[in-house]
């Protein structure tokens, strides 16, 4: 019987130190090749530089305003693919007018670096830089969209750089809720180095108008977070019936790009 206990907690020794080393590797899940030039996906769009505090310097695609003072979007995308993923999404912004910053993490798209909580936050303020500073545009006339665990850089970066507005698709209260939901056999509090907070961070926000979306049938993100966030910051949900996180009408279905373009509505 003693040794018994002994290979089980051996093998639970084994199980959690392997989720600790190689957390990061199941949480970000950038895809390698080639990512075309901006301008072949997307009408008007161009391929810049944001330059982060720490020295990297990524790539992203930014589609300016169909008009002057019109808002603009940044988008923080969720935690896997790259930015030739979210080309409808993109495309679906500027053909309402809007101007769009499709972020790019580091890692991710032929990015330098390794993605973390504390380096996409770095990102997020690089986009953040790029349009207040390079294309001077005035905090009030951008809007944030973030997808997922874009959710977490996005309602981060408004605590630092408060916008216009915000749009949370698929938001969760935090990410150890989230991995407490699905294993639920291990100690996720206690192992993750990464938080992302977000409830915490919409507490926080006040006088940012927020949107929320969420699909109804969610095997990622539990609906009931995404309720929760959306109590917090005083709205509720936009549900999309028979919705399935990676589907393609919750990642840029027309119910998402309507949301975002009220969102832009009610700041022009």
Request: glycine share 10%; net charge negative.
């Amino acid at each position: 019987m003693l040794s018994i206990v002994a290979v089980v907690g051996v093998v639970a020794g084994l199980i959690v130190g392997a989720a600790w080393l190689f957390q990061r590797q199941l949480i970000y899940l950038p895809m390698s090749g080639d990512v075309p030039p901006a301008a072949e996906a997307v009408d008007g769009a161009r391929d810049v530089a944001l330059r982060t505090a720490d020295g990297l310097e990524l790539s992203a695609w930014y589609i300016p305003a169909a008009e002057p003072g019109a808002p603009v979007v940044l988008v923080a995308p969720g935690n896997a693919g790259n930015r030739s993923h979210r080309t409808p999404l993109a495309r679906g912004f500027a053909e309402d007018g809007l101007g769009v910053l499709l972020l790019e993490y580091r890692g991710y798209g032929g990015n330098p670096g390794s993605p973390s909580e504390t380096g996409l936050a770095a990102d997020a303020d690089a986009a953040y830089a790029f349009l207040t500073e390079v294309e001077n545009l005035p905090p009030e006339q951008l809007i944030y969209f973030g997808e997922s665990l874009g959710a977490g850089v996005v309602t981060a970066l408004a605590t630092r750089h408060q916008p216009a507005a915000m749009v949370l698709r698929s938001p969760f209260t935090s990410l150890a809720d989230v991995g407490a939901r699905h294993y639920p056999f291990l100690p996720v509090r206690a192992l993750l180095k990464d938080q992302y907070p977000v409830l915490e961070n919409v507490a926080e926000l006040r006088g940012v108008p927020v949107t929320v979306i969420a699909g109804s049938r969610d095997s990622i993100v539990p609906l009931d977070q995404s309720h929760t966030v959306a109590e917090a910051a005083g709205t509720t949900v936009i549900e999309i019936p028979d919705a399935d996180h990676n589907d393609a009408i919750l990642n840029y279905g027309p119910e998402v790009v309507s949301a975002v373009s009220d969102a832009a509505a009610n700041v022009r």
